[in-house]
């Protein structure tokens, strides 16, 4: 295991599945189990599965000002969020660029939970506060479990009453199997999924009950590799693996646009004054790449960094990849020349372990429509 300087209650449970407890953003995270992970992404697809995303950041804000806080440094009009509600945004630089993403949820009137990956959310969060109304507080005690997959909410309907109503991005203050928690109708698979904020004091009891309540059901622990492969065909981002940071520019420093990124939809109709805003509205057009989707001739996965040509020259690189064996399909999230970010345009991948033909593809290709994840029964 990598040295980490903060720690998942869950660890000895990772390790007993066959984790070595890598490093993800500071905490031994199980990116592998002791099985197939193809098992673990079916079981996703047409059960469901148990995750601890718990290396994700988790950033308290409260007082009167953490709405101003927010709003200065985030890209959605805060205003339109109620208690109870979440709503997923981005974070940029002063020239505009992306420098991390996260999901705000509002707890009260005066209360926020803010949660992010890897990126810059805590340390911007912590300038914006300086000498204003609202106390800050990093939170790595609250876990973060997520059951995510088709029976999620069979399992849950059992002991939390009003489940099934719950909204997509919305959350409830409630109790399982005796303890607190808050359960939000969000996720990183594209299923319909509920991530379940607990004490570490009783993630292991939740962990632990959920997965031998749940066996009946088809509930398996599932490892956080698998999430690449239900990002790529759910179209979701995972920074800095999809960004420039991870492949960089020759000659420029790093950074992406939204509008490169295709996160321009998380920028509120209207809003302006954030950080970057003006510099975001000045990139309109001058999109030096796209993030897209690719379908590969393929029996088996790419790898991330291949290439991607056409015209005898290089268009594109692959950044993250995922094969399924319910549909039989190569598929990735790539970065590609801009003529080339169209349906139907033909590439070939270059690469370490597969040297095929592929079409550019839009994505989502799982659910293109996200009914799953927004399914309302």
């Known amino acids: 295991m990598a040295l980490s300087w903060r720690f998942s209650a869950l660890g000895d449970r990772h390790r007993a599945l066959g984790s070595k407890l890598e490093d993800w953003s500071g905490m031994g995270t199980a990116w592998t189990y002791d099985k197939d992970i193809y098992q673990e992404h079916v079981a996703v697809r047409t059960r469901a599965g148990l995750m601890d995303v718990s290396g994700l950041k988790k950033v308290h804000l409260v007082g009167p000002h953490a709405i101003a806080v927010l709003d200065a ?5 805060l205003t339109k969020v109620y208690p109870g509600k979440s709503v997923y945004a981005c974070m940029l630089n002063e020239r505009g660029h992306f420098t991390d993403d996260c999901l705000i949820y509002r707890t009260g009137p005066n209360s926020w ?4 990956g ?23 005690d609250l876990h973060n479990l997520s059951l995510q997959g088709p029976v999620a909410v069979d399992f849950l309907e059992k002991h939390v009453p009003g489940i099934r109503q719950l909204k997509y991005f919305h959350h409830m203050q409630t109790t399982l199997f005796g303890a607190a928690v808050m359960i939000s109708r969000t996720g990183y698979t ?5 991530e379940i904020f607990v004490r570490a004091q009783d ?3 939740v962990w632990d009950t959920i997965l031998s309540e749940g066996a009946s059901l088809g509930i398996i622990p599932v490892c ?4 690449d492969m239900l990002r790529v065909e759910s179209s979701l981002l995972f920074y800095p693996y999809d960004n420039s940071q991870m492949y960089p520019f020759a000659d420029q420093p790093a ?3 939204l509008w490169e990124l295709g996160l321009d939809f998380t920028v509120s109709p209207g809003k302006t004054g954030f950080r970057g805003a003006e510099e975001h509205a000045r990139l ?16 088996g996965p790419c790898d991330p960094g291949d290439e991607i040509w056409a015209g005898g020259r290089k268009v594109g690189v692959i950044t993250c990849t995922s094969y399924s064996k319910l549909n039989r399909r190569s598929m990735a999230i790539v970065r590609i020349d801009v003529p080339y970010a169209i349906q139907g345009a033909k590439v070939e991948v270059r690469g370490k372990t597969v040297n095929a033909p592929a079409i550019a593809h839009t994505i989502t290709f799982d659910d293109p429509e996200k009914k799953k994840r927004t399914v309302q029964d």
């Not at 939970?113 to 992010?116: D, G």
């Open 73 to 77: 440094i985030t890209t959605r009009d």
């Open 190 to 194: 594209g299923e319909r999924g509920y």
């Open 224 to 227: 956080f590799s698998v999430l």
């Open 118 to 140: 890897s990126g810059t959310g805590h340390e911007e969060v912590v300038k914006q506060a300086a000498g204003r109304n609202v106390a800050v507080l990093f939170d790595d």
């Open 284 to 299: 309109k057009g001058k999109e030096r790449f796209k993030i897209f989707g690719l379908l590969v001739e393929a029996d």
């Open 113 to 116: 939970l803010l949660v992010h």
């Open 255 to 257: 950074g992406d646009s």
């Open 203 to 205: 993630a292991v009891l």
